[in-house]
């Protein structure tokens, strides 16, 4: 493979961890190829012992068979130790998934870290208390320049106001009073009609 | 290699097939129907190398039915016809051992890779061996793939970026992206 890794590769990306974990995957492989191999031998000499009984050669074929249980042991332990590997690679690419999780999180704080420290305590009250001062400003200017009104005008403003409001009020209970109070009591409605005509003569003055 | 139910064209028992055609269009002919032939049986056999000098063993160039065999240098000329589309490649100077690639690289790479994304694999370490002969991949048409061209499969998902391969005296491995 020389030749064609000859040239400068970029850094690699395979880590120690990876390369553990590429040992216990081949032990693995290894593991499974023995099974593989044992369970072929358990065939054939199955087969041999049959042969051999057919012969008449007990004997033999209970040799043979001894050997038989004894290979089927050796089966069930390479399971084991199968079991043990498979455990083992599964933990440490685990653990670089977990490695990555943290990793992960420490860049997400720095990275808020950098941005709270863009923003400074002190620097906002003092853009509060600018934007308070400039607020302030604004209305003193715009009191002298708009401030032209007197406290005359200011309660004349007020009174029509209110006049204003007077006048919407009564369109509602007007109707309803003056159908029912008319002809208990027609003195009270005398009154309030004397009432109205008082207010202009009072915004004239 | 077993030799189950290979559909042969009508052209394999057709004499003058193993013979190389002197008119030209004929012999185009010929030479693609042998090409298409080739890969076909490749794929069904799961052939991945054929060695010129022992062809005359493998029924696809000899046809002891009609009793013809395709001359070695004929075999050569189609294979390098084969070799220019990317489907064979020969692995050694006197053109004696080719591999037969009835995928391109490029082919299985992606099938290959395919695979791995499906499972989820990227980020994880593979050995060649559970790659080709692992129980997980028997369904795949990878399965059984033969290692140096394996290798050199996963060394065109390398260029891409997509994996690494680690090869060294006792680790023989991937890790894929």
């Known amino acids: ?205 | 290699m077993s030799e189950t139910e290979i559909e042969w064209p009508w052209q394999y028992n057709f004499p003058p097939f193993f013979t190389l055609q002197p008119h030209a269009e004929t012999r185009a002919k010929q030479v693609q129907a042998w090409k298409s032939l080739i890969l076909d049986y490749c794929k069904k056999c799961k052939l991945y190398l054929i060695d010129v000098r022992e062809a005359s063993n493998i029924p696809l160039f000899n046809n002891s039915g009609i009793n013809r065999k395709l001359e070695q240098t004929v075999i050569v000329s189609i294979l390098s016809e084969l070799q220019k589309t990317g489907h064979a490649a020969p692995i050694d100077k006197p053109k004696n051992r080719w591999e037969i690639y009835w995928h391109t690289l490029e082919e299985w790479s992606s099938m290959i890779y395919d695979y791995v994304s499906n499972r989820g694999l990227q980020g994880s370490v593979l050995t060649l061996y559970e790659l080709s002969q692992g129980d997980d991949v028997k369904d795949e048409e990878f399965y059984e793939m033969q290692q140096e061209v394996l290798i050199k499969v996963l060394q065109t998902l390398e260029k891409d970026r997509k994996c690494e391969l680690i090869l060294s005296d006792d680790d023989q491995g991937v890790k894929f992206f």
């Open chain 1, 1 to 205: 493979m020389g030749i064609i890794f000859g040239k400068k590769k970029p850094i690699s990306r395979v880590t120690a961890q990876d390369k553990a974990v590429l040992q216990l995957k081949q032990q693995r492989d290894k593991l499974k190829q023995y099974q593989k191999r044992i369970a072929l031998t358990l065939a054939t000499d199955r087969e041999l012992a049959k042969k051999l009984l057919a012969k008449g050669q007990k004997d033999r074929a209970l040799l043979l068979l001894k050997k038989k249980r004894y290979q089927e042991q050796l089966l069930l332990k390479t399971d084991n130790q199968l079991e043990n590997l498979e455990t083992l690679s599964h933990d440490i690419e685990f653990a670089q998934i977990e490695l990555q999780v943290v990793e992960g999180l420490k860049q997400g704080n720095d990275a808020l870290k950098q941005v709270n420290a863009a923003i400074n305590i002190e620097d906002i009250e003092r853009i509060l208390d600018e934007t308070r001062e400039a607020k302030e400003k604004q209305d003193e200017i715009s009191d002298l320049l708009s401030g032209g009104l007197t406290q005359e005008d200011e309660e004349a403003v007020e009174d029509e106001l209110a006049e204003i409001i007077k006048e919407q009020m009564p369109n509602v209970p007007s109707t309803e009073v003056d159908v029912e109070e008319a002809e208990k009591s027609p003195h009270k409605t005398k009154e309030k009609t004397k009432q109205i005509p008082k207010e202009p003569v009072a915004l004239e003055a």
